[in-house]
């Protein structure tokens, strides 16, 4: 059984900081890319950040410069520091997992239940 646990979300002034937990259980970790979306109310769910199981990392041009994905393979955890927020940060920010498969065979994605992000003052 494959879990996601989100964790560490809140609600902060803006300017503040947040660091968002995701906790993995049931996959390989080390071979799972890893991300962060999230979605306001009334809109669509936007990536946020990716850092695949190689390491690499991408970014939502809004987010660049503010938040930094990392993992931890040894804790099968991925974080999102989350700096200098922002009102229009505010949203439900779900963790991915995703393992790329080779030979045609469809990749594997799954999704924790969500922590809420309010940025307000």
């Known amino acids: 059984q494959v879990q996601l646990v989100e964790s560490g979300g809140g609600l902060v002034q803006p300017g503040g900081s947040l660091r968002l937990s995701c906790a993995a259980s049931g996959i390989i970790f080390s071979i799972n890319d890893m991300g962060w ?20 990392t991408n970014y939502a041009d809004s987010v ?22 922002k009102p229009e940060d505010t949203a439900v920010y779900y963790c991915n ?20 992000v309010t940025v307000s003052s």
Do not use: C
């Open 37 to 56: 979306h999230r979605q306001a109310p009334g809109k669509q769910r936007e990536l946020v950040a990716v850092i695949t199981s190689g390491g690499s």
């Open 97 to 116: 997992a995703n393992r790329r498969r080779i030979g045609g065979l469809p990749s594997q994605n799954y999704w924790g239940q969500g922590t809420q």
């Open 64 to 85: 660049k410069g503010r938040f930094t994905i990392s993992r931890d393979n040894a804790k099968n955890t991925v974080y999102l520091q989350m700096n200098s927020l």
